[in-house]
C-alpha cells in the first residue's frame, strides 16, 4: 500500500478583508491545505493513471508527487518557423511521424504544412501529443489535459492517445485533468479523484457509439468540402453516403461506376476532424463497400470497390486489412511523370518501396464478405 500525502501552506494574512473573510465563512485555515490517499498503484504494473477532480483541489500537488515532479509541457519546444512535419521529429523516420499524427487524429494532412503556432487549440493538443508519442519519454505527467479544448475533440483524442501510448512497452503516463468525460476514453489503470478523495483501480469502458449510414443526393457535401484537401472533378454518376453519429455528419464518401473495369470507384472520403482518431473512417468505408459488394449498388452489381488514396498511414491501415488487396501504386512527380507499380504478385509482406519526393496513389479493392 502506498500513501500520497500532501501538506501546503501559505501566510496566514491578517488584513481587515483577509480576517473578515475568516469571520464570515469560518475559513481560519484557508491558508492550508492537505490531502492524503491511499493507493496499491506500486504492487501492479500498469501505464495510464488519471488524477481528476476541480481546480484547487491537489490535483498538480499530486501529481508532482510522481517522477521528479516534473510535469511534460505539450505547448513547450515548438519551432515557430517549421511546419509540424518538420518540427515534430526533425531527426526522425517520415513515416513514424505520419504515423504519430494520425494515430491521436491529427490526420488532416493541410495541418502537417502549418507552424504549430498557427494550429487551433485542438490541433496543438493532439501535435504535443504525437511528438510526446514519437519522443524517448518514459514516464510522464500530463498537467490540465484537455482543458482548452473541445469536448468532442477531448473525447477522441484521449481514446486515441490511450490506444497509442499502451501500444509501446516500458511507459507510465499520470493524467491531470479537472474533466470526469474523458475518463472512460482514456480507459485509466487507476483513478485518484480529488474532490472526492479517494482512490480506485481498474479500467473504465470506453463509450459506444452507433454510426448510422444514409444514402444522399450529394448535399451533405459541402459541409466535409472545407476538410477534403484534394482537387479533384465531381463523380459521375455517383452515390453519395454519410455516416452520421447522434445525427451529427461525421463521414462522407461518394461511389461511382466502374463497370468497363468490373469496380465500382470511391473518393472523396472525409471524416470530420472532431473524429478522427475513432476508427470511423476505414468502419465507415468498410460498410459503404460491403453494400455494394453485396449488389446494393447502382445496376444492382455484386463489384468490388476501388479506393485509392495517397494519405501514407490510410494506405497502411487498408494495406494490414484482410477485407483489402493492394492492387497499384503510382508515383507521380511535379512534372507529371508517372511510375506505376503493380503489387499483384508483391512478395514484400505489404512493404511499400517509394519515397523520395514523389506523392504515391496507392490503389486498393476491398474484398470484404462476399454473399451467394
Not at 54 to 68: L, Q, Y
Request: charged content about 20%; hydrophobic content about 40%.
Amino acid at each position: 500500500m502506498k500513501t500520497i500525502s500532501v501538506e501546503k501552506e501559505c501566510a496566514n494574512y491578517t488584513t481587515y478583508r483577509a480576517e473578515r473573510v475568516k469571520s464570515l465563512f469560518n475559513a481560519e485555515y484557508g491558508h492550508k491545505f492537505s490531502i492524503s490517499v491511499d493507493t496499491d498503484i506500486d504492487e501492479f504494473d500498469w501505464k495510464i493513471g488519471v488524477i481528476v477532480g476541480a481546480s484547487g483541489t491537489g490535483k498538480t500537488s499530486i501529481g508532482k508527487t510522481f517522477f521528479d515532479g516534473h510535469i511534460y509541457d505539450l505547448k513547450n519546444g515548438w519551432k515557430g518557423d517549421a511546419p509540424i512535419i518538420d518540427a515534430i521529429a526533425p531527426d526522425g523516420d517520415f513515416n513514424a511521424v505520419t504515423s504519430a499524427l494520425s494515430a491521436v487524429g491529427l490526420g488532416s494532412v493541410p495541418s502537417w504544412l502549418r507552424p504549430f503556432s498557427v494550429l487551433s487549440n485542438g490541433e496543438q493538443f493532439r501535435a504535443g501529443l504525437a511528438r510526446l508519442l514519437l519522443s524517448d519519454e518514459k514516464a510522464v505527467v500530463l498537467d490540465e489535459f484537455t482543458s482548452v479544448i473541445d469536448r468532442q475533440v477531448a473525447r477522441i483524442a484521449s481514446g486515441a492517445f490511450q490506444k497509442a501510448w499502451r501500444k509501446k512497452g516500458g511507459r507510465q503516463a499520470v493524467i491531470l485533468t479537472p474533466h470526469y468525460d474523458i475518463l472512460p476514453w482514456l480507459e485509466p489503470d487507476w483513478i485518484i479523484d480529488t474532490t472526492a478523495k479517494n482512490y480506485k483501480r481498474g479500467h473504465l469502458r470506453r463509450p459506444q457509439f452507433e454510426l448510422e449510414i444514409r444514402q444522399t443526393n450529394g448535399s451533405y457535401w459541402k459541409y466535409f468540402k472545407p476538410h477534403y484537401y484534394l482537387d479533384l472533378p465531381m463523380p459521375i454518376a455517383a452515390h453519395y453516403f454519410v455516416g452520421l453519429v447522434d445525427g451529427e455528419p461525421v463521414a462522407h464518401v461518394a461511389v461511382a461506376p466502374f463497370f468497363q473495369c468490373g469496380y465500382y470507384r470511391a473518393t472523396r472520403l472525409v471524416v470530420m476532424p472532431e473524429w478522427q482518431g475513432a476508427g470511423i473512417g476505414t468502419r465507415f468505408l468498410n460498410a459503404v463497400c460491403q453494400w455494394h459488394l453485396d449488389g446494393n449498388g447502382r445496376c444492382g452489381k455484386k463489384l468490388p470497390v476501388l479506393f485509392h488514396t495517397s494519405h501514407p498511414q490510410l494506405a497502411a491501415v487498408l494495406r494490414r486489412s484482410p477485407l483489402w488487396v493492394q492492387k497499384s501504386a503510382v508515383l507521380y512527380q511535379k512534372a507529371g511523370t508517372k511510375f506505376k507499380l503493380s503489387h499483384q504478385n508483391d512478395t514484400s509482406g505489404g512493404r511499400s518501396w517509394y519515397g523520395g519526393h514523389f506523392r504515391a496513389v496507392q490503389g486498393f479493392a476491398y474484398l470484404g464478405v462476399r454473399n451467394a
